[in-house]
């Protein structure tokens, strides 16, 4: 059986059966499929080289020898909304309830280094996530958690480094030392140029605050992922899955070669940055992109970056289903939508997994919604059998032959992005955001004009619709309850103290002083986040975006 | 005839911006004069650019969560820079019940997820009809 005699079977076969119109047909980024895969579509497939087996390189198959039957994935379900307290109450209920990591989702004031009571946080605070201002809001969001026995990630990216300072004293005040802190801050500030948009400083002083922190977290918190670079943004804003993947992986191999460039050993600090990405709506096309992603990040790692340690190779990952892919118009159906994402996360060997809650386009989750989204996790990992046997669908032609097409679309990106100077000057050029801002509207159209359905939205729709959903309102109270403790601390800390504390950060922002020393002694003071990042911004500046569609 | 020019602006620090982005677009496909803001607005600022370029409409786009204070927050400025005409509509995450209560305070139409763009122009173009 030669792979030419079964090429011409296939031409003669296909010429037989009607195939439907090819633009009907395609993965939901616009990647035509044909009818049916066979060996002739992966002529050059080697196994070894391809796959491998799973724990080895190049890790197509899994980042673990035994994957899910050593340890099931991390359920981690983001959240965070009102007060730190209101916070605290939903993580206890989420972990008494079966998750197994946690994850903070912080207010947009937050996001931004702002504090509760600055003027632009009017109408913001708690709404989008938890609010934490200071020390005194981190030990609140965490009492009663030890948090020498969780995991947890922050989705915290401009002041990452103030949050996981704050984060580091509270473990201090409980009685645990740094080097036992496992969690994830996700610091990723180029995904937030190119689609999150929430970044404090121009792009070169905050690659100098990441190196800080890789070297910082090398030292002393050793077990910590300092990055958690992220394709979900970016998928979010609109991206096709190649997008996703291409962006994400250069904007990886841009901090590796900032570590390098800072004389960090790249076995030093590769094995603590992680991934992040989106499981989207079409199921193959996704676990091809999580296949594909291990494979490139092995081989740029240890061929172009000479990271010797296999532990610098692995592309370990958590996984979000899509928010955008959810509809407003019958909102239960988007428990179905998620679980299908979560199975092809699960198949594509994720580490750790958030599955959105049905009432997500209304507002933040209820308590019963993020409930069924977290017993879904628990219905694949303990009822599906899908956990038995590792990459199941590793040498299917189909998902084969797609993973190598991510893979080679990724490649057209890197030698793209490449010719514009690199990932930095690309997003100072506007280019990751106009393609992504393209494939957006590209995709919006094919709804509008029915060619891509959306189940409720475009087709099947109910007349006369009602919301029969309940939906979480945030206090307006929260605001101001948030405010007063605010002026209650400045008031009774020691103020000498905290500005003493500010101007040595400044010093070492001036010079090239690791950061994170003069971050923890102004956390310690009680210094606020609005204050330390305003220090910052008075020597590093600020950025932005000039505005274009 | 002067062609319907239209604001469509970020309030406030909310960067979920792939909605402004593609409603701009369909509204200028459509025909319309777009100028889009551009992230981290603060209703002032909102306000004064809807005035200075002689907008008839102002889209706000909010994921935020914040709609109830920022979409009075504009309509109060317009009003008081002598500009209550401009009519402020807008789209993003926003409950059923905030949307009656701004419907209330006079606020135009409010789209939510799952909104096709032509329904949005249909919408002005209803609005305006003597400028479409």
């Known amino acids: 059986m030669t792979i030419d005699r079964i090429s011409e079977e296939q031409k003669r076969w296909q010429n037989l059966v009607n195939q439907g119109k090819p633009d009907q047909f395609t993965t939901v980024s616009g990647i035509p499929v044909q009818i049916i895969y066979t060996p002739a579509d992966i002529p050059d497939f080697d196994y070894l080289r391809d796959l491998g087996f799973p724990g080895e390189y190049p890790y197509t198959r899994g980042i673990r020898h035994n994957m899910y039957r050593g340890r099931i994935w991390t359920m981690r379900q983001f959240s965070g909304f009102g007060t730190a307290q209101d916070t605290n109450a939903r993580y206890k209920f989420l972990l008494a309830h079966g998750e197994t990591g946690l994850s903070v989702a912080f207010d947009f004031p937050t996001l931004y280094g702002r504090d509760s009571d600055d003027s632009m946080s009017k109408g913001e605070v708690g709404k989008c996530g938890v609010a934490v201002s200071s020390l005194e809001d981190m030990e609140t969001l965490f009492e009663g958690i030890p948090l020498g026995e969780v995991s947890t990630s922050m989705t915290i990216n401009g002041p990452a480094a103030v949050l996981w300072a704050f984060y580091i004293v509270t473990a201090e005040k409980q009685g645990v030392p740094s080097e036992k802190l496992r969690g994830t801050i996700q610091n990723d500030i180029l995904k937030e140029y190119i689609a999150q948009k929430s970044w404090l400083f121009p792009p070169e002083p905050s690659l100098r605050i990441i190196t800080d922190i890789m070297a910082f977290g090398a030292k002393h918190v050793p077990k910590w992922n300092t990055i958690s670079i992220s394709g979900y943004h970016i998928r979010e804003a609109g991206s096709t899955a190649a997008q996703e993947l291409a962006f994400t992986l250069k904007d990886g191999m841009t901090y590796v070669e900032a570590g390098i460039k800072a004389g960090l050993d790249v076995d030093t600090f590769a094995p603590r940055l992680s991934f992040f990405f989106n499981s989207h709506l079409d199921f193959f096309e996704e676990i091809a992109k999580f296949r594909a992603a291990r494979r490139i990040w092995a081989r740029e790692m240890r061929n172009t970056y000479h990271a010797k340690k296999p532990e610098s190779w692995l592309l370990r990952f958590h996984t979000q289903t899509a928010g955008c892919t959810l509809t407003a118009q019958q909102p239960e159906n988007n428990i179905v939508r998620t679980a299908f994402q979560a199975l092809a996360a699960v198949l594509g060997g994720t580490q750790s997994l958030h599955t959105n809650s049905m009432d997500e386009t209304w507002a933040l989750p209820t308590e019963k919604a993020v409930l069924i989204a977290l017993r879904t996790q628990q219905l694949i990992a303990e009822e599906a059998g899908v956990v038995n046997c590792i990459d199941p669908l590793g040498g299917s032609y189909y998902v084969e032959a797609l993973t190598n097409k991510l893979e080679e679309q990724a490649y057209e990106y890197f030698q793209k992005i490449d010719a514009l100077g690199g990932m930095v000057k690309a997003i100072e050029q506007g280019y990751p955001q106009r393609e992504i801002a393209e494939a957006a509207y590209r995709y919006q159209r094919a709804v509008d004009e029915g060619r891509r359905v959306v189940v409720g939205v475009n087709k099947y729709l109910l007349e006369g619709e009602k919301l029969e959903i309940p939906i979480l309102k945030i206090d307006p109270r929260v605001e101001q309850e948030q405010c007063e403790r605010l002026r209650r601390l400045r008031q009774r800390r020691d103020n000498a103290r905290v500005h003493r504390a500010l101007d040595d950060l400044k010093s070492a922002c001036a010079g090239k002083d690791n950061v994170m020393y003069p971050i923890l002694a102004a956390v310690r003071a009680y210094a606020t986040l609005g204050e330390i990042c305003g220090a910052m911004k008075e020597v590093f500046g600020t950025y932005a975006e000039p505005p274009m569609f | ?132």
């Open chain 2, 1 to 132: 005839m002067k062609k319907l020019r239209i604001l469509i602006a970020k309030p406030g620090l909310d960067g979920h911006d792939r909605g402004a982005k593609v409603v701009a677009r369909a509204l200028r496909d459509a025909g319309f004069e777009v100028i889009y803001t551009g992230l981290h607005q603060t209703p002032e600022m909102i306000a004064e650019a809807a005035i200075q370029e002689d907008v008839d409409a102002v889209g706000l786009s909010i994921l935020s969560g914040a709609h109830m204070t920022l979409f009075p927050e504009v309509m109060r400025l317009l009003k008081e820079k002598g500009a209550p005409d401009i009519l402020v509509f807008g789209g993003g995450i926003i409950p059923k019940e905030d949307m009656e209560e701004l419907y209330k305070i006079g606020c135009g139409r409010l789209f939510g997820p799952g909104t096709p763009t032509p329904e949005i122009i249909d919408y002005l173009k209803e609005k305006f009809p003597d400028r479409c």
